[in-house]
């Protein structure tokens, strides 16, 4: 089944990015803004895509850059600093004429989230969900299947079993064999030139936690108890710099709650969503 393809063109990131962004659902609902993590591209979301949640809000999601189907830099610069994911995420506000959505991250998409309230604030948003991500990088939340960066020199084959390491570690309530090998394939589109220059891309914990003290939108910070990829550990710091932050903890579940228990992952966010509105 195809899902859809990009309405409406494709989005320019200011430094010339072509970002892929895809939009479903209810033009007129609640706006949500899905965010996908690392080697990942927006059909990790598809059991949210082809949910109830299409038929009540505006769903959008977009490859970020480097991954799917968007453009991918040579310049190692083009995935670090300060500014160039959250400019990216901005860059899709805009073109899409998004007013107040509620942002999902998962995983590095909470990474990119949060660079966007650095930079840009929560002025434009109605919330956000961290979804499974490690916003304030201390290293002990680090988990053991947390995707390593590539070696220089690293062969094919190396590099396929690594992509095999990583997407299997991301589950403790495995997908189809159909749906694995998609992930698979989506994981192999990003380049390891591409992987090494994100894994030198790091934000320092002071500052971070600063921006995150000023947030006052709704925050819903959703995890796995049994996450290997980002440890639990992870959420206390995060709700610390967040006092008013709610939790959300899956049990029998590993590193993608929203397809590892979709039907509860997208109750609590359709619940969530029509708070954030309510509020």
């Given at each position: 089944m195809t899902l859809a393809k990009p309405i409406g063109g494709d989005v320019r990131a200011p430094d010339g990015t072509r970002l892929a962004v895809y939009e479903w659902g209810n033009p007129a609902g609640p706006e949500v803004v899905l965010i996908h993590g690392f080697a990942q591209c927006h059909l990790c979301f598809v059991p949210q895509i082809?949910?109830?949640?299409?038929e009540r809000f505006r769903l959008v999601a977009?490859?970020?850059?480097?991954?799917?189907a968007s453009g991918q830099p040579t310049d190692p610069a083009a995935y670090q600093g300060n500014?160039?994911?959250?400019?990216?995420?901005?860059?899709?506000?805009?073109?899409?004429?998004l007013k107040r959505p509620v942002l999902v991250g998962w995983s590095m998409g909470g990474r990119v989230i949060r660079q966007y309230l650095m930079v840009h604030g929560d002025s434009r948003l109605a919330g956000i969900n961290f979804v499974a991500s490690q916003v304030i990088e201390d290293?002990?939340?680090?988990?053991?299947?947390?995707?390593?960066?590539?070696?220089?020199?690293?062969?094919?084959?190396?590099?396929?079993?690594?992509?095999?390491?990583?997407?299997?570690?991301?589950?403790v309530r495995k997908?189809?064999?159909?749906?694995?090998?998609?992930?698979?394939?989506?994981?192999?589109?990003?380049?390891?030139?591409?992987?090494?220059?994100?894994?030198?891309?790091s934000t320092e914990i002071a500052p971070t936690v600063a921006?995150?003290?000023?947030?006052?939108?709704?925050?819903?910070?959703?995890?796995?108890?049994?996450?290997?990829?980002?440890?639990?550990?992870?959420?206390?710091?995060?709700?610390?710099?967040?006092?008013?932050?709610?939790?959300?903890w899956f049990?029998?579940?590993?590193?993608?709650?929203?397809?590892e228990?979709?039907?509860?992952?997208?109750?609590?966010?359709?619940?969530?969503?029509?708070?954030c509105r309510a509020g």
């Open positions: 082809r949910s109830a949640l299409a977009f490859d970020q850059r480097g991954h799917g500014r160039v994911w959250a400019d990216d995420i901005a860059a899709v506000l805009e073109t899409k004429r290293p002990s939340c680090r988990g053991p299947a947390a995707p390593k960066r590539p070696p220089d020199g690293q062969t094919f084959e190396e590099e396929i079993e690594a992509a095999i390491a990583f997407a299997d570690g991301c589950y997908p189809t064999e159909a749906e694995f090998r998609r992930v698979l394939v989506y994981n192999m589109r990003v380049p390891a030139a591409v992987r090494r220059a994100i894994a030198g891309w921006a995150l003290n000023k947030v006052r939108v709704p925050v819903l910070i959703t995890h796995g108890r049994d996450d290997a990829v980002v440890l639990p550990a992870a959420v206390a710091m995060t709700a610390a710099a967040m006092p008013h932050a709610r939790q959300s049990d029998d579940c590993g590193h993608s709650p929203f397809a228990h979709p039907a509860r992952f997208n109750e609590e966010l359709a619940a969530f969503v029509q708070s």
